[in-house]
């Protein structure tokens, strides 16, 4: 089992940046699949961004451009950098981790289900 806690939420205007941190302790092991999963009232959890071996990437298309995630295997820490933000991407985000491993791409296939660690979540908020 992998202990998540997110941390960097919080409030900001329309075209700032945020930085979420999540740090794991556990069974944690760099190849494993890790991602950052958002869910804005009303609506379903989705995919935001993910990480799979030789820290291979993908994103969703919404953030895609704006949003960068990376790992930092020394510090068994998960980031998430947000750039050019907009009111649509106020969510809570979590960040969650999986027992699987494979590249970024499969990591965002597999979707919420397959994740079976997650984090308490942090709120980002973008006002306009």
């Known amino acids: 089992q992998v202990q998540l806690v997110e941390s960097g939420g919080g409030s900001v205007q329309a075209g700032g940046s945020l930085r979420l941190s999540c740090a794991a302790s556990?069974?944690?092991?760099?190849?494993?699949?890790m991602g950052w999963f958002r869910q804005a009232p009303g609506k379903e959890r989705e995919g935001v961004a993910t990480?799979?071996?030789?820290?291979?990437?993908n994103y969703a298309e919404s953030v895609s451009g704006r949003f960068t995630i990376s790992k930092d295997n020394t510090k068994n820490t998960l980031y998430l950098q947000m750039n050019s933000l907009k009111p649509e991407d106020t969510a809570m985000y979590y960040c969650?981790?999986?027992?699987?491993w494979g590249s970024g791409g499969y990591c965002f296939r597999m979707g919420a289900s397959d994740y079976r660690s997650w984090g308490q979540g942090t709120q980002v908020t973008v006002s306009s």
């Open positions: 969650a981790a999986s027992l699987r």
């Open positions: 556990g069974n944690t092991d760099r190849n494993y699949c």
């Open positions: 990480i799979g071996t030789a820290g291979t990437t």
